[in-house]
């Protein structure tokens, strides 16, 4: 097979860049090692920043996330018995988050590519990537017993963590950078109403906890445990009375129980690499980068990197000017170590650290008197979570 860019990984960073390709006439071919229906059913991120709201409404896979996704103009934060609300849109000038999940923003990506009879192979085996270093680059992989490659200008690394892109580049050419977090998160996806109209986050004395949704009737709860918490010491019971005791500390609201529909431990690290480019292999979302979740940047940082990306390949086929992809690390790093710093400011924040005492959690009580007193701490805070305007 023969392609302009060969993208590794059907997640949100893949299936974005092959569908704004796409619409720049850049022909591409995706592959992913998953079947279709675990890509469309494995939960993730679910607030997206207003520029990445942006990006799939202009592109024209916006049409469900216009209709289902909620908008938020503020998040509360919860501590010392008090809930104080950040008003993101007054602070931000008109800018707000839409609670959308990663999910649907895969369904509507691979109908629209499905829709275009673009190419997208699933359940692909023994991927792996040559001559990267070359003008022809290759990606072979073996899909129903046949052997196959794919001949390409460019590949896309859009793999995730645990992809295959990342460590096939030789080693001493990337730098990486990493922090694990001594905590974790057990999340759960349940039938309820959710206990407000907006996310809630809780420092407490037990540990964090998060408060968020999916649809009016689905709610998505977080809580602060050990990363190598065993889900079986969590019964459901275990989980909802420790979910009122943390949401509790902040007020009166109401907490609907219902039916646990997904649990997992999610461990907490940060990562980048650098640079997320070496010859003819650029990396995009979690093969270049991971930051915890409580910044709510990972799906958006993605969205991010493919923005630049498909700007720069397009520049190149169009004009023939490669200025943009050799700037395209440098580019995205700005952003990347923006995101990644906000990421652990919110953590370090709102998270019980096991060594914490008395003194530094008063420090994080101040800090937290501090940003919802002060306008100017608020407008930080509210500008890094809807997310800095992109460079251009």
């Not at 796409?22 to 520029?51: C, P």
């Not at 070359?134 to 859009?158: H, L, T, W, Y």
């Amino acid at each position: 097979m023969r392609t302009q860019v060969g993208i590794v990984g059907a997640g949100p960073a893949g299936l974005l860049l092959a569908h704004l390709l796409r619409l720049r006439g850049i022909d591409s071919i995706v592959i992913e090692s998953r079947s279709r229906d675990y890509v469309e059913s494995r939960i993730r991120a679910g607030v997206l920043e207003q520029g990445t709201v942006d990006i799939l409404c202009e592109s024209g896979v916006g049409e469900r996330l216009q209709q289902q996704g909620l908008p938020h103009h503020g998040i509360e934060l919860s501590f010392s018995g008090a809930r104080h609300r950040i008003n993101l849109h007054d602070l931000t000038g008109g800018r707000a988050i839409t609670v959308y999940g990663q999910t649907e923003v895969v369904k509507d990506l691979i109908a629209a590519q499905i829709a275009a009879a673009a190419p997208l192979y699933f359940e692909v085996e023994a991927t792996s990537i040559h001559d990267f270093e070359s003008e022809s680059p290759k990606i072979r992989f073996r899909q129903g017993g046949k052997e196959r490659e794919i001949q390409c200008d460019f590949i896309a690394g859009c793999d995730g963590f645990h992809g295959i892109c990342r460590p096939t580049i030789p080693a001493g050419k990337l730098s990486v950078f990493e922090r694990v977090y001594p905590f974790g998160w057990l999340g759960i996806l349940a039938q309820s109403t959710p206990p407000s109209e907006e996310l809630i986050y809780c420092h407490h004395e037990r540990g964090f906890a998060l408060f968020s949704m999916r649809t009016p009737e689905i709610t998505r709860l977080y809580i602060q445990c050990e990363p190598d918490e065993d889900i079986a010491n969590w019964p459901d019971a275990r989980i909802w009375d420790e979910l009122e005791t943390r949401l509790h500390a902040g007020g009166d609201l109401t907490l609907t129980e219902g039916p646990i529909l997904q649990k997992s431990v999610t461990p907490m690290r940060s990562f980048v690499t650098e640079p997320m480019q070496f010859g003819r292999l650029f990396l995009a979302g979690d093969a270049a980068h991971i930051v915890p979740p409580t910044g709510a940047k990972g799906l958006n940082l993605a969205a991010a990197d493919i923005r630049m990306l498909a700007r720069a390949l397009a520049t190149f086929y169009q004009a023939g000017n490669a200025a943009l992809l050799e700037q395209y690390s440098v580019t995205c790093l700005r952003r990347v170590w923006r995101a990644e710093h906000f990421s652990w400011w919110m953590t370090s924040l709102l998270h019980k650290f096991p060594e914490t005492t008395p003194f530094q959690q008063r420090l994080q009580l101040a800090e937290l008197e501090y940003v919802t007193r002060s306008r100017a701490a608020a407008t930080s805070l509210a500008e890094n979570y809807v997310g800095l305007p992109f460079e251009d």
